[in-house]
């Protein structure tokens, strides 16, 4: 890449300057803001054409929405991805830890029952996934795309072929998790019948992905309007030839198209548009780039290196099956203890709509996030569980050994490496708020009326 070496001296000479304080108080002019984004690579984020995924046909996205909003996914039909994903909640659940099947409400309105887990990790939000440079799904990167197209995740063989986005892969699991989507053994579902789905479990397997998958497509085409909806999205695919990589696909689709929200403030500035960034803002955006050190991590067109690492965040909740109740994040992936509590670092796009942040929701307001990603060393010593509800409060792991566990893997890149003052903090959070797209303050008119299983429209 010839203008590369250019590049760098440009973002070495800035970063001395913004490093000098020289700019303390003002903030840089657009042309040395541009200057700096330029040199790390940043780039307004392309519509939905490609390189993002292309705009799907209309087919598609109804069939997407329909499974989206439809609990007939879940084993026991009560929870829909939309339960945990939902437009009035900036496509997330608004909860630190969510509830999977079993409970009912939404966001705030949704309780624990005895007896039914807590999601290990927060639900994060959906915003611009159909971009094509997301490589790496969930906060511990289990459902992954390499660079030849290839497809890393839990299914391992069983996954079967026809993908075509991560996003897509991704959208094959909910749908197998025990405590999100598919419930226990010994389940009823809402109509009284046994749980079926929650009984496909294989010991080599764990779970039989195959059969599940199976079930539900067949669970689907015994519905006529959702035979009409596959034929319609997959014209060429005979009936007996759809595979749940099919409603999949579909799902992705509608994500990618429903949840595209590129139209920050941000974007404006790097398409072209120098007055779309406050003077504040633009100071924020240098601190984000220059001395607050966070481009490290939140870098390039989606505001993350989709890479994992381990800022301090506090651990709290069920935690992993057998780490519980701790969560490993990405070292329980690798077995590689050097990752332990390594999370993927989150894009930030409308990150200001998306609270409660971190992999497990432990702040809940995004000033509190951002004062931990500056001092995240100091953010674990001195967490406030009260932030919590009082039943996740009672769930914190703070004792001396589980933070000095966490404090043996920190990455060194975690953390300020200049001291800020409270009114960078402020100049941060303005940055930060000039990413959100006007338009994705209100989604409420992507709830659709009813879904074709006629179950309530899940989130309801
Ligand atoms: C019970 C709540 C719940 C339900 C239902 C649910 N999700 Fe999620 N979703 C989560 C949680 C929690 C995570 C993060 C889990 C992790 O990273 O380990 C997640 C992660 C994701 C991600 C990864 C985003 C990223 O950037 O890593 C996508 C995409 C997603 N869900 C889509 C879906 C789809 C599609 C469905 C329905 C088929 C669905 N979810 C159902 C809670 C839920
Ligand atoms: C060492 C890499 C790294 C650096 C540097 C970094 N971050 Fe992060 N950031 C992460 C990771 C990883 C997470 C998620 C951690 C977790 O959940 O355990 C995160 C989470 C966040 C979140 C919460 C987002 C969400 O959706 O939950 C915000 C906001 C944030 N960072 C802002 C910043 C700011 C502002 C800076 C600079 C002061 C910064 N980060 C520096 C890696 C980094």
């Given amino acids: 890449m010839p203008g590369r070496p250019i590049a760098i001296a440009a973002l070495l000479t800035l970063l001395v300057i913004a490093a000098g304080g020289a700019l303390a108080g003002g903030g840089p002019s657009a042309g040395e803001l541009r200057a700096l984004l330029e040199a790390h690579g940043v780039e307004a984020l392309p519509a939905l054409s ?32 939309a339960t945990c994903h939902h437009p009035l909640l900036a496509t997330g659940d608004g909860l630190s830890l969510g509830l999977g099947t079993g409970t009912s409400g939404l966001g705030s309105a949704r309780f624990h029952v005895p007896g039914r887990p807590f999601i290990a990790r927060h639900a994060p939000e959906l915003f611009n996934r159909g971009q094509r440079a997301w490589r790496v799904m969930f906060w511990d990167g289990r459902v992954m795309q390499g660079a030849d197209g290839r497809f890393n995740t839990p299914a391992g063989e069983a996954l079967p072929g026809g993908l075509s986005s ?67 999205a997959f014209p060429a695919v005979p009936p ?13 689709a509608y994500e990618a198209a429903a949840f595209a929200f590129t139209d920050s403030p941000f974007d404006r500035f790097l398409a072209g548009d120098d007055a779309a960034l406050s003077d504040e803002a633009r100071r924020g955006a240098w601190l984000f780039y220059g001395a607050a050190g966070c481009a490290r991590c939140h870098a390039g067109p989606l505001l993350t290196d989709q890479a994992f690492h381990n800022v301090a965040a506090p651990q709290l909740g069920p935690g992993q ?35 409660p942040y971190l992999h497990n929701g432990a702040y809940t307001t995004l000033e509190g996030a951002v004062r931990h990603m500056i001092a995240p060393v100091e953010g674990l010593r001195s967490y406030d569980p009260g932030q919590l509800t009082p039943e996740l409060a009672a769930n914190v792991w703070d004792d001396p050994l589980t933070l000095e566990a966490i404090l043996s893997t920190l990455d060194p890149l975690a953390g300020s490496p200049a001291p800020l003052t409270d009114e960078d903090v402020a100049a941060l959070l303005i940055f930060l708020e000039a990413l959100t797209d006007p338009s994705a303050a209100d989604l409420s008119a992507l709830i659709p009326p009813a879904v074709p299983s006629g179950l309530p429209v899940g989130g309801r």
């Fill in 166 to 232: 991560v996003l897509a892969a991704q959208a094959m699991f909910p749908v197998t998790s025990p405590a999100e989507m598919r419930g226990f053994p010994g389940d009823a579902d809402i109509n009284g019948a046994e749980n079926t789905l929650a009984l496909l479990d294989d010991p080599a397997l764990d779970p039989d992905y195959t059969a599940i998958w199976a079930a539900l497509t067949d669970r689907l085409l015994a519905i006529p309007a959702y035979v009409d909806l596959f034929r319609a």
């Fill in 240 to 252: 007996e030839q759809i595979g749940f990589q099919h409603a999949a696909e579909a799902i992705a």
């Fill in 50 to 81: 490609p390189p993002a995924l292309p705009p799907p046909d209309p087919a598609l996205y109804v069939l997407g929405e329909a499974l989206f909003f439809d609990p007939i996914l879940s084993g026991n039909r009560d929870i829909a991805c």
């Fill in 321 to 355: 099956e057998e780490e519980g109740p701790l969560d490993y994040g990405r070292g329980r992936r690798t077995h590689n203890p050097a990752e332990r509590f390594a999370f993927r670092t989150p894009p930030l796009r409308n990150v200001a709509l998306t609270a």
